[in-house]
């Protein structure tokens, strides 16, 4: 395969997850990694800075789908159709293959605390374009920083489900339901009957 393969960031993608599984974060290097995709080290660098950066290229994607359904909802729909619009949007790049990927990411993750601290901006990033989204169809700026709260809440609780389920029903589906929950629950704290579970 060509070396300026425009499927780069996959095969990278692809690489590190086999990579690491075999050999461990600590013991893979870019050099490695770059073989394995059939790329060179330059190309590594051309698309990621280090790579722990690999696991973690979709969430710029993730954030410009984001916000790209937000500003396409129908003009009037309010904050909380905005949310759904974006996990709609999400739903091109949130598909059984990438269920696969994210089963090996939680794996790698899992097993070394410098990949999970890296993983932990991957929510604050992709917030960040979810409020910025909200205020620019007019939210204030409490309702679109809960807003993009709510919706990563409930898209962590969306990917567990996926990643835990059958596969049967897409993405977007797990993400409407984990919405409709995560607000549910937040209206129901003030319950004197609220009981958590």
Known sequence: MSRWAPDAPDR?????LELFAENGYEETTVAQIADRAGLNRATFFRHFADKR???FGGEDVLAGLFADGIRAAAPGTAPDGCLRAAFAAA???MTPQQRAKAA???RVAAANSEVQERGLLKPARMAAAIDAALRERGAGELTARLGAQLAMLAFSVAVERW???DGAEPFPVHAAAALDEVQAR???LGSPSHRPA
Do not use: N
């Open 12 to 16: 990278l993608e692809t690489a590190v």
């Open 163 to 165: 990643m835990g389920s």
């Open 53 to 55: 950066e690999v696991l």
């Open 91 to 93: 739903g091109d790049v």
């Open 186 to 188: 937040a209206a129901g």
């Open 104 to 106: 090996r990411r939680v």
